[in-house]
């Protein structure tokens, strides 16, 4: 079963504009983490924020915010103040502790323009 | 090192032939993940090892596929008579686990395989 899902392949931001990159996730285990990566033409990946399930305020990382709505098993990433660095893929990805596996979504693919 | 260290980068061999990844993870990190990433796709989970032991291998896609962690930190990734699907990038991850850790990954820059 899909456990990850990010429903958009491609986006693109205007330079100095937000940005948010959906994220919906399905697990019945109580104890997870959420997290996002960036993964740059380079190839590598690079960790840019962490959401606990049990964590009651949103995760704030400089640019990066991560709207959590539990209830709706949404952990969207926002990006405020878009850069030209910022274009890349972007992999959501959960942990469930209780097994510690990892799965990650398909990936979303953000450009910004100048 | 400080980061976790795949080699080799870059891996070009022919159909049926054997290949070896290796990965060297941070330091004190005990568990080690393997991922295969095929272009434009996110990762997709091989093995996990938490100390020596595969925890969990449930994503070896076949018998072809397996991988060795003999002391708990060095792991090896070895494909038997590689085919040309199995060209992809290999990830490598380590991560701490327990206590106040989040355990976010932590991945080298992976093992590119192509395979002819």
């Known amino acids: 079963a899909q456990k990850i899902t990010q429903t958009q392949p491609g986006m693109f931001v205007q330079e100095k504009e937000a940005v948010t990159l959906d994220c919906t996730y399905d697990?019945?285990?109580?104890?997870?983490?959420l997290f996002w990566y960036k993964q740059p033409s380079s190839g590598e990946m690079i960790f840019l924020i962490y959401?606990?399930?049990?964590?009651?305020q949103n995760a704030t990382e400089g640019r990066y915010s991560l709207n959590f709505q539990k209830a709706r098993k949404s952990a969207n990433l926002v990006i405020s103040a878009s850069q030209l660095g910022d274009s890349a893929m972007y992999f959501c990805?959960?942990?469930?502790?209780?097994?510690?596996?990892?799965?990650f979504g398909s990936g979303t693919k953000l450009n910004v323009k100048p | 090192g400080a980061g976790v260290s795949q080699t080799p980068s870059n891996k070009v061999t022919e159909k049926g032939k054997y290949v070896e990844l290796r990965c060297d993870p941070i330091?004190?990190?005990?568990?080690l993940y393997w991922y295969r990433q095929s272009l434009g796709q996110g990762p997709e989970f091989l093995i996990y090892?938490?100390?020596?032991?595969?925890?969990?291998d449930s994503g070896l896609p076949n018998d072809r596929f397996f991988a060795v962690r003999p002391e708990g930190s060095v792991s090896t990734l070895k494909i038997q008579r590689t085919e040309r699907g199995d060209s992809a990038v290999y990830l490598c991850?380590?991560?701490?686990?327990?206590?106040?850790?989040?355990?976010?990954?932590?991945f080298g820059e992976g093992s590119r395989l192509t395979v002819l």
């Open positions: 090892f938490q100390g020596t032991g595969a925890a969990d």
């Open positions: 330091s004190g990190h005990t568990a």
């Open positions: 697990t019945s285990d109580p104890s997870y983490g």
């Open positions: 991850a380590s991560s701490l686990t327990g206590g106040a850790s989040t355990g976010e990954l932590f």
């Open positions: 990805a959960m942990r469930l502790y209780n097994f510690n596996k990892f799965y």
């Open positions: 959401q606990g399930s049990y964590d009651q």
